[in-house]
Each structure stands twice: as C-alpha cells, then as structure tokens.
C-alpha cells in the first residue's frame, strides 16, 4: 500500500533552516508528482510547493520564493523539503501530499489522494 | 493568483442532516476543484475530486457539483464522522490554492 513517512518533529531558531524529509513506498516513485502543503495551529492549509521526482523540476508558491527548495533522492524514494531564514510565523505542521492524476472527459485533473503523517516545525527562540 | 472562498466558515448540525458547503473561485477554474475532509488531529482525506467524480472507498452521501466559479460539496445524512473541518482546492492553476475550510459541528 502507499506509504508516505516523514521525519521527525524540529525545533528551530528564527533565521535557521529546516530539512523535512518524506519517504514514499508502495508506488513507483517517480509517476508521481509530490506536493508539501503546510498547516499552522488552528489554520486551514496552504500549498507550498511541488516537485516532479523523475526531472527534479520543481515550482514554489511566490512567497516562499528564495527560501525554500525541494529535492528528491530517487535511490531512496524521498524528496526533501528545504525552508531557509525561518521566522516564528513559519511554525506549522508540515505535510507531503502524493498527486494522484485522472484522465476524464478527455481533461487531466490532479489530486492530493495520500498524504504523509505531517511533521511539526516550531521555530522559536 | 486564484483565491477560493467557502461559506459558510463554520456550521452547525445534527445527525441525519443534510448540509451544503459552497466553494467560490475567483476565476473560472473549469471543473478542477477537490474536496477534502480532516478530523480533529488526523491527516486530510481526499472526498472528491474533478468537482463531482467521488475518490473510491468514500460513502456516497458525500456529492459534489458545479463548474466555472461555483461549486458546492453536499453531505446527505450525516453520521458522526463527519463533523469535521472541510476544504476545496483549485488544481487549475499551478498553485493548487486551498479555501479557508469549512467547520462542521454538531448542533
């Protein structure tokens, strides 16, 4: 079955960087794009970026431009989320999210269908 | 940027109700519109996605519908599992945009 493992919660100071981390198995790694998708306390969720795990491309939502990058290790099936110059307002629960794709009424529509367990990031000084 | 907005943010009902959640997109996103669910402490689940084809193992009295700027997602009979908050995203644009959710309580 499709499991995505991410690693453990992390504390940080603000200014450092955090390395998230999501292991898939059960699929073949790189037919999937995966998403991050994060969640602060008591807020709704907010995309955060993507990575197509054959070509490594990746794209980031405009605010987080120049502070985060997504990597993948094929050998491993993981993929690597990066999020430098933390501040307080970045503490979030941080999720990865496989996207899933189907092929109706001759259009392609995408969606989140597994989802890993979400790894806590607190940044406080 | 696609901003997508649900109403109402939160609502109250009883067991055996039915409840509609409206999502409103600020351009037409066609019919890429999901829908999730996330209990209390658990993961987002995937309900629905294309804006109607329901994701297989979830109970048919979830449905969704709409196109273009307007969808609503209906739950029919409600049971106790799903009070929970619920969100449509937009996989129109490449920025998967979420709305605010959508919180789900028992009257």
């Known amino acids: 079955q499709v499991q995505l493992v991410q690693s453990g919660a992390e504390v940080k100071k603000p200014g450092a960087s955090v390395r998230v981390s999501c292991e898939a198995s059960g699929y073949t790694f790189t037919d999937y794009y995966m998403h991050w998708v994060r969640q602060a306390h008591g807020q709704g969720l907010e995309w955060m970026g993507m990575?197509?795990?054959?070509?490594?491309?990746?794209a980031d939502a405009p605010k987080f431009q120049g502070r985060l990058t997504l990597t993948r290790d094929t050998s491993t099936s993981t993929v690597y989320l990066d999020l430098g110059s933390l501040r307080s307002d970045d503490t979030a629960i941080y999720y990865c999210a496989r996207a899933a794709h189907r092929d109706l009424r001759q259009l392609s529509f995408y969606f989140f269908d597994h989802w890993g367990q979400g790894t806590l990031v607190t940044v406080s000084s | 940027d696609i901003q997508m907005t649900q109403s109402p943010s939160s609502v109250s009902a009883s067991v055996g109700d039915s409840v509609t959640i409206t999502c409103r997109a600020s351009?037409?996103?066609?019919?890429?519109l999901n829908w999730y669910q996330q209990r209390p402490g658990q993961v987002p689940k995937l309900l629905i996605y294309?804006?109607?084809t329901l994701q297989s193992g979830v109970p048919s009295r979830f449905s969704g519908s709409g196109s273009g700027t307007d969808f609503t997602l209906t739950i029919s009979s409600l049971q106790p599992e799903d009070f929970a908050v619920y969100y449509c995203q937009e996989s129109y644009s490449p920025l998967y945009s979420f709305g605010q959710g959508t919180r789900l309580e028992i009257k």
């Open positions: 294309a804006a109607s």
């Open positions: 351009q037409t996103i066609e019919t890429y």
């Open positions: 990575i197509n795990p054959r070509s490594s491309d990746s």
